[in-house]
């Protein structure tokens, strides 16, 4: 009986919620049929599309140029749309991991492609976080019931689990990290860097990164006009909190540390490894090589490139061997190895939302110092444009033409005089140069990446 009342409660709840307002009927919208509109709605239909019309057009050439702009923005969406279905194909034929391998780092990080960057890292978090969950009931079962058996204690093992589980939690991390140095080594020496953590970390933290980005820019402007007018800078910034302590970044991180450390330890460690151990009576060396084999090989395909995805393997091989002999250390416990893993993973995606920071800083950087030499440029041309030879005889004005008098195209009236950008009276500071009064940041000069080059 609770239980209909309870089903009851939700459908009348359903029932008598506000319907949220269509989107759709937000973006897309008209005021009626095109031949039934009058002159002040045809202009604000055009007005709306920035389609270009004059005040000498009767009704039925504005209601021509509407049909246009009508048509051409149905197509321009058309275009969008079609592009944006190929690629989310295109991505959605493959994992996201494999997805990412096919991508450098550059394309991860343009701000034209946030919103497929945005679905991809929503949706790589919301599977980890069910192999976390589906890892952690697996491990529990395991270590509780042991349906594939025990592992025999060997007689020189330390009496506490415990100290046992810390003593290879210290030996395994001290080994992963030398392991890691020689890893930077080798990509260094065989020139074959890998940025697939980085590309990971980004797509799962974007969001943080680029509010982070932000809050540094306008801290970095603040300080600069609290400069230019001898004011304490220190005063006037902001503050801006580290990246590495934001939550966009430290949730996002945990989750990929511990949904793949929980998972691949369950399956290769817990699952594999033991069942070769206790089950099949197989050598603990040769189950050890074997699983970390196939360990090495599932992440073959992070990388992409013959060097990169071979180095990237080996290093997955011995990382292996590392929680392999953190699990047997400990007769089949399942803390060391995820705890190795977890540590590893927290630290190189932590490690690589910092590389990926910094690289958006120097691009940004980069930009403001190409957007000063410009406007400076920009202002040395209207100061040598402005220098009038004094030995040049003065010449007669030419008469003002009056327009009224040949019934022009607008309708008579008197059109001021086209100014053209390098003259004396240039567009100010901050427009565009080509002297349409849009200030930078509407021509696409205000994008955090660097821009692209000429040509």
Not at 66 to 85: C, D, F, I, K, N
Not at 181 to 189: D, I, K, N, Q
Not at 340 to 351: C, E, Q, R, V
């Amino acid at each position: 009986m609770k239980i209909i009342l309870l089903l009851c409660a939700i459908v009348v709840a359903a029932a008598i919620a506000e319907e949220p307002k269509s989107v759709l009927g937000q973006l897309v919208h008209a005021r009626g049929s095109v031949h039934t509109m009058n002159r002040t709605e045809l202009e604000a239909e055009l007005d709306e599309r920035n389609a270009p019309h004059l005040i000498t057009d009767t009704e039925d050439e504005l209601r021509m140029r509407l049909y246009h702009a009508r048509g051409a923005l149905l197509q321009h969406r058309t275009s969008h749309v079609m592009h944006a279905e190929s690629i989310l194909a295109e991505v959605n034929q493959c994992s996201d991991e494999r997805a990412l391998a096919g991508m450098s780092l550059d394309s991860v990080l343009a701000d034209d492609n946030a919103i497929f960057m945005n679905a991809m890292g929503n949706r790589m978090l919301e599977g980890l976080k069910t192999q976390a969950g589906i890892g952690a009931i697996v491990g529990l079962v395991l270590a509780y019931f042991a349906p594939l058996g025990r592992l025999r204690r060997p007689p020189n093992a330390l009496a506490s689990p415990l100290a046992q589980t810390a003593a290879m939690c210290a030996a395994g991390g001290a080994v992963l990290g030398v392991l890691q140095l020689a890893l930077r080594y080798v990509r260094r020496l065989a020139g074959a860097p890998s940025y697939f953590c980085q590309k990971l970390a980004f797509v799962t933290c974007r969001d943080a990164t680029v509010s982070w980005l932000l809050e540094r820019d306008e801290q970095q402007q603040q300080q600069q006009r609290a400069t230019s007018t001898w004011l304490a800078s220190s005063s006037s910034a902001p503050l801006v909190v580290p990246l590495w302590q934001r939550r966009g970044v430290l949730v996002p991180v945990a989750i990929l540390a511990t949904g793949s450390s929980v998972f691949e330890e369950v399956v290769f460690r817990g699952i594999l490894l033991h069942a070769l151990v206790a089950k099949a009576r197989w050598p603990a060396g040769l189950a050890t090589v074997l699983t970390s084999a196939l360990f090495g090989w599932m992440h073959l395909k992070n990388d992409e490139g013959h060097p990169h995805g071979a180095i990237y393997a080996g290093w997955t091989f011995l990382g292996g061997l590392v929680f392999s002999a953190s699990y047997l250390g400990t007769q089949g416990g399942l803390i060391a190895p995820i705890a190795l893993h977890f540590g590893l993973n927290a630290i190189i995606f932590g490690d690589s939302v910092l590389r990926v920071g910094a690289k958006l800083w120097e691009d940004r950087q980069g930009f403001l110092a190409v957007s000063s030499r410009f406007e400076q440029s920009r202002a040395a041309r209207r100061v040598a444009d402005t220098a009038v030879p004094t030995a040049a005889a003065p010449t007669a004005a030419p008469e003002p033409r009056n327009t009224a008098s040949h019934g022009g195209r607008h309708g008579g009236l008197a059109q001021p005089a086209a100014q053209s950008p390098t003259s004396s009276a240039a567009t100010p500071s901050g427009t565009d140069p080509n002297g349409n009064g849009q200030p930078l940041s509407r021509l696409g000069l205000s994008r955090l990446t660097t821009p692209p080059p000429s040509g």
